[in-house]
């Protein structure tokens, strides 16, 4: 997988801590298959912290481990 070498890389070549993933999925996309994918492989990585949903889905974000979530339309409304 990909994602997996790629964060090997970052871990054990450059030396970069990786704590955990965000996934922000495609606009017209349904959110849980990319959340559900991301759960995967911070699982098979080991990684705490998940990063996943929005003011629009933040609920399907929770629903798939999100420890981390991102609602500044709910709090502040649309931008300008």
Avoid: W
Avoid at 27 to 49: C, M, R, T
Avoid at 60 to 68: K, R
């Amino acid at each position: 997988n990909l994602a997996n070498k790629f964060i090997d890389y970052c871990k054990y070549d450059l030396k970069i801590p990786v704590e955990g993933l965000m996934c922000i999925p495609p606009e017209n996309d349904k959110p849980d298959i990319h959340f559900k994918l991301l759960a995967n492989i911070a699982k098979k990585n080991k990684l705490q912290n998940l990063s996943m949903g929005m003011s629009g889905d933040y609920k399907v974000g929770i629903l798939y481990g999100a420890t981390h979530i991102r609602v500044g339309t709910k709090l502040f409304g649309e931008r300008k």
